[in-house]
Every structure is written in C-alpha cells, then in structure tokens.
T-cell receptor, first 113, second 116 residues
Framework: GNSVTQMEGPVTLSEEAFLTINCTYTATGYPSLFWYVQYPGEGLQLLLK?????DKGSNKGFEATYRKETTSFHLEKGSVQVSDSAVYFC????????????FGTGTSLTVIP | EPEVTQTPSHQVTQMGQEVILRCVPI?????FYWYRQILGQKVEFLVSFYNNEISEKSEIFDDQFSVERPDGSNFTLKIRSTKLEDSAMYFC??????????????FGPGTRLTVL
C-alpha cells in the first residue's frame, strides 16, 4: 500500500541554520509527492511538489528532490528564518486517481533568533 | 486569494452526541475531502466526494459518519454518536478537477473536536 514516514520532531534551529526534514515513502504506483506547511491557526498550504522521479520542487528557498531509488523526498532549506516556524507535512498522492493523500505525522519546526 | 474555511475552529461535545463539522470549499472546486489527525498521529484520509456522492472512503469512515453538500457552498461531516476516540483535528480539503495534473488539494485550517 501507500504510506509516508516522516522525521519525528520537534526540531529547533537557530536562524540561518541549515534545515533537513527527512521523508520516505512506500507506493504501489508512481506517486506525486508534496510538502505542505501549516502555520499557527492556518490550514495546510502547499509548499512544493514533484510529480516524477528526479523532479525538484522548490519554493520560498525550500527544495525537495523526488528520489525513486531511495524512495525519499527530503525537505531542505539552506538558511531558515524565524518566519519558517511551522509544522511541515510530507504527503503522496496515488498516481492512479490522484484522489486521496497519504500524509506523514508532521514535523514541528521552531526557529529561534 | 480563495481559501477553504471551516467552522467551528473548536468543538467540544459529550460522548454519544451528534456533531456536524462545516466546511466551505473554494467556489469552483469539484472534489471535496475530509481528513483527520489524532494528536501525535498521521493525517488520515476519511472520505472524498464528487458529483454529489462519495467517491472513496477509508475504513475509518463507518456508519457513524456521513457527508453532505446541502447547498452550493457548504460541505459537512456529521458524526452521529461521538466516541472518545473521535477526538481529533478534522481537515476539509477541495480540489479543482480530477486527473493527474490537477491533484493539488487545498486545505482548511481544521476543526478541533474534543469528545468528553
């Protein structure tokens, strides 16, 4: 079946530190992969996505590369800011229907000045 | 920018009571979803809805749950007789269209349901 395993949190970093949040997946087909972010009091917002192997999604300085050989989609940012403090969710969408999403548990990130 | 809205933000209820969670999807979207997240666990798919009927549902979505689109804007999740284990954050989502190219789902801020 389909599933996502995401790095446990919480993660606390100093401003300008390098961020990696690990995400690996299991899928029966050829999924699309997503990172969603949830800021306090808000909904899940799409951060970036990749729809096929070796694609790199990027947005707001965040990047993630769809690695089929390691079934991974790790989120990275070179220099985090206080405003990046949020909960990050890795997710996959089944290739057959694009219907339901499969999420990881979410990783809470706090960036301190 | 259009967004998905949910009400209430927090609902407290007694075990055995019925609750209705409300969502207003983005206006031109055609696919609607409910997910839930029990504290500390994964966000789990409950149900998808298209063309006024359920298109897919998970094992969690048993006879205690139902969904409805009572008018052109609202999408509701009803839990008939709540149990303690229904305590969770419930997220509504909508999607513009079907097919592989349009598979981004837009999520609401969630309703936190607490069953006492």
């Amino acid at each position: 079946g389909n599933s996502v395993t995401q790095m446990e949190g919480p993660v606390t970093l100093s401003e300008e530190a390098f961020l990696t949040i690990n995400c690996t997946y299991t899928a029966t087909g050829y999924p699309s992969l997503f990172w969603y972010v949830q800021y306090p009091g808000e909904g899940l917002q799409l951060l970036l996505k990749a729809t096929k192997a070796d694609d790199k999604g990027s947005n707001k300085g965040f990047e993630a590369t769809y690695r089929k050989e390691t079934t991974s989609f790790h989120l990275e940012k070179g220099s985090v800011q206080v405003s990046d403090s949020a909960v990050y969710f890795c997710a996959l969408s089944d290739s057959n229907t694009g219907n339901q999403f499969y999420f990881g548990t979410g990783t809470s990130l706090t960036v301190i000045p | 920018e259009p967004e998905v809205t949910q009400t209430p933000s927090h609902q407290v209820t007694q075990m055995g009571q019925e609750v209705i969670l409300r969502c207003v999807p983005i206006s031109n979207h055609l696919y609607f979803y409910w997910y839930r997240q029990i504290l500390g666990q994964k966000v789990e798919f409950l149900v998808s809805f298209y063309n006024n009927e359920i298109s897919e549902k998970s094992e969690i979505f048993d006879d205690q749950f139902s969904v409805e689109r009572p008018d052109g804007s609202n999408f509701t999740l009803k839990i008939r007789s709540t149990k303690l284990e229904d305590s969770a954050m419930y997220f509504c989502a909508s999607k513009l269209a079907g097919g592989f190219s349009y598979n981004e789902q837009f999520f609401g801020p969630g309703t936190r349901l607490t069953v006492l």
